[in-house]
């Protein structure tokens, strides 16, 4: 058998590294080809992702960068669609919700190569995300679902999907974490490699902010109001903000950079994974608007404000230590408050987010790849 198995953007590598890890054990071993879209491609978004993960650098690259999102999705879907007629491969796995993973697996479904979809199941109810599209129509086109939490079957029930397709693994994001931790460089080493030493004194509170939603970040009320909050903030405990692209793209176009010019508050650039876990674990708190930092700060117990009306993944507010904030400065202000006088929800780890998620898609892949050759 052999698997096309598709990255595209920065949280989609920590998530295949643990599964392709685990599919590598399997007898017999599936041919596994990792395609790259290249939705992401800087290296800071990109590249020094893959020797942090051990990720195998890709076998196949398209190179479709940044567009609008129908022309980058018609893009990967073209380009695609060619390395599937080429490889015709058993089936093809997916993860999480960017544009690439519906693209891909469009093309799979027309071609009737089986998607396997990784990260199935999570709902915002809220159309207007690009991802809620995307994470709705990939479900649809999924053979095989695998589920970080457990209400995600009900979405998928409530949506049609057959309960034999859903299977609740757990959080292969957490694999990647829970495997990496120890090697996570404690904050001020962080600051150092970044000309910051001593923006913190060592095992003071700070805070950790990202921000790259497109429903943030290209209103510009929105990120005035948000980028004032994290000034205001930062008049309480230092606060570090590492800029993603989009981000810092929208600062510059709206002339509000100099927004950020305040004292304790300092921007940095995308960070590589282990310094943002370890920035992450030192926090007093995390503001982010970010999927997976809510679930990795659910992870490491470490406060989180969600700085949306929203989230797909509910278990992190339900169990987590997470909390949705919105994006009113003043209410997020009174939360931060909150968090600095009481310490903030402390949660506990969901199920099954114990590392070992990765080895459970395996078996049922490994299972359906052994269904599939006793009917041929
Ligand atoms: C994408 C995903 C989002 C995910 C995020 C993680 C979609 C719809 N969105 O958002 O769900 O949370 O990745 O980072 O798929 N850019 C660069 N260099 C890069 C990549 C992007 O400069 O390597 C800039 C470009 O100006 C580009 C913009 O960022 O136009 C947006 O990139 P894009 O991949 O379209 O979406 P993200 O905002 O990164």
Redesign the pocket.
Known sequence: PRLLCVVA???NLMKMAPVLAALRQLEPAPVLTLVHTG????AA??AQFFSALDLPPPDIALDVG?AN?AV?TAEVMRRFDAVLEQQAPTATLVVG????TLACALVAAKRNVPVLHVEAGLRSFDRAM??EI?RVLTDQLSELLFTTEAGAADNLLREGIPSARIHFVGNVMIDTLLRLLPGAPAPEQVLASHNLAGFIARGAPYALLTL?R?GNVDDPQRLRALLEMAGRLSARLPVLFPL???TR?RLEQFGMSGLLDQPHLACLPPLGYLDMLGLMRGARMVLTD??GVQEETTALGVPCLTLRDNTERPITISEGSNALAGRDPAVILALCDDILQYGGKAGRVPRLWDGHAAPRIAAVVGQWLAQRRERA
Request: aromatic share 4%; proline share 11%; charged share 20%.
């Open positions: 953007a920065r949280p939705q992401h491609y800087d978004m990109n940044s999102h980058q919700d960017v544009n690439s690009p991802e995307n790259h497109a993603h692209p989009r793209a970010s999927g």
